[in-house]
């Protein structure tokens, strides 16, 4: 199965920008399509954005539209997310993790969870 791991997370100040990593701790993730989560306290788990395995198709939360960025290296085998315009809502800790059917298409977590990477943004 699967396993991914989260980087790239941190501290930043409102207005400010982040990119995160998703690489495997095993194998490849080629054939996979990939998708970006998060948990906010007290809050459940939300999509955040996914990528085809080829990268040819990207879909988002209206909530990240035109702020967030998902890519993918498959020679480096990453996932990216690079976030812009960071807002204290964004503040949760971000997973990443394989996608059922495939993007864009009433996504939703195949594998297991990670540990996941903090972000917080502060006003």
């Known amino acids: 199965q699967l396993q991914l791991v989260e980087s790239g997370g941190g501290l930043v100040q409102a207005g400010g920008s982040l990119r995160l990593s998703c690489t495997p701790s095993?194998?490849?993730?080629?054939?996979?399509?990939i998708g970006w989560f998060r948990q906010a306290p007290g809050k459940e788990r939300e999509r955040v954005s996914c990528?085809?395995?080829?990268?040819?198709?990207?879909d988002y939360s209206d909530s990240v539209k035109g702020r967030f960025t998902i890519s993918r290296d498959n020679a480096k085998k990453t996932v990216y997310l690079q976030m812009n315009s960071l807002k204290p809502d964004d503040t949760a800790i971000y997973y990443c993790?394989?996608?059922?059917?495939?993007?864009?298409?009433?996504?939703?977590?195949?594998?297991?969870w990670g540990q996941g990477t903090q972000v917080t943004v502060s006003s």
């Open positions: 990528i085809s395995s080829a990268g040819w198709t990207t």
């Open positions: 095993r194998s490849s993730m080629d054939y996979y399509s």
């Open positions: 993790n394989s996608i059922t059917p495939k993007c864009g298409d009433n996504w939703t977590a195949y594998g297991s």
